[in-house]
């Protein structure tokens, strides 16, 4: 059985606060990614992986970055918590090539 | 920038009846489409995948693809309540391996 495991699945942060999502998959996947979703918006890429320690910067990134020391883990880190990045949090991985991307069950952080 | 999109809905059809879902996409070099869907609360999960035009048939679900007119579609048969949910679009650009989501479709089955 596929999966893909978030370290949290809610989160309250402090506005300012360094902020640090895990998320591990089990399946040798090449590609991982992090998402945000929120009502209306649909779900935006903010950062994509493809290989151990390359990164691209997806349509958001501002106010984040991510670390892939390892090919089952990617990290989304929160340099100084907002309010603004209070979210759903997905993370994501698939094989190189267009193959499915399975999803993690997501962590809803909040910052306050 | 590249672009699914979806009719928000929400889709509101009566049980047993077929739910249609459509969604268009910008970037013709796409390869790849799926259909997710997303109960609330939860991360989504795959229906359907589909690569080449036709249609794709997998129990109560069929997926149609239209290279030619960018545009991908699910159909669900015999819909039921536990049907009602989200239903994501996404489409992945093979050559860099970013897949790319509509803002989903709900659809609600009333008994």
């Known amino acids: 059985d596929v999966k893909v495991t978030q370290s949290s699945r809610y989160l309250v942060k402090r506005t300012g606060e360094k902020v640090f999502l895990e998320c591990v998959q089990d399946?040798?996947?090449?590609?991982m990614f992090w998402y945000r979703q929120d009502p209306g918006l649909g779900l935006r890429l903010i950062y994509f992986?493809?290989?151990?320690?390359?990164?691209e910067k997806g349509d958001i990134p501002e106010g984040y970055s991510v670390s892939r020391e390892k090919k089952e883990r990617f990290s989304l880190i929160l340099e100084s918590a907002s309010t603004n990045q209070t979210s759903m949090y997905l993370c994501?991985?698939?094989?190189?090539?267009?193959?499915?991307?399975?999803f993690g069950q997501g962590t809803r952080l909040t910052v306050v | 920038q590249k672009e699914v999109e979806q009719n928000s809905g929400p889709l509101s059809v009566p049980e047993g009846a077929i739910a249609s879902l459509n969604c268009t996409y910008s970037?013709?070099?796409?390869?790849?489409f799926f259909w997710y869907r997303q109960y609330s609360g939860k991360s989504p999960e795959l229906i359907m995948s589909i690569y080449s035009n036709g249609d794709k048939e997998d129990g109560r679900f069929t997926a149609q693809l239209n290279k030619a007119s960018q545009y991908v579609s699910l159909l669900i048969r015999d819909s039921q309540p536990s049907d009602s949910a989200t239903y994501l679009c996404?489409?992945?650009?093979?050559?860099?391996?970013?897949?790319?989501f509509g803002s989903g479709t709900k659809l609600n089955v009333k008994p």
């Open positions: 399946m040798d996947h090449e590609n």
């Open positions: 996404a489409v992945n650009e093979n050559n860099f391996n970013k897949f790319y």
């Open positions: 994501a991985s698939s094989f190189r090539g267009g193959g499915v991307a399975f």
């Open positions: 970037d013709r070099g796409s390869q790849s």
């Open positions: 992986s493809y290989d151990v320690k390359m990164k």
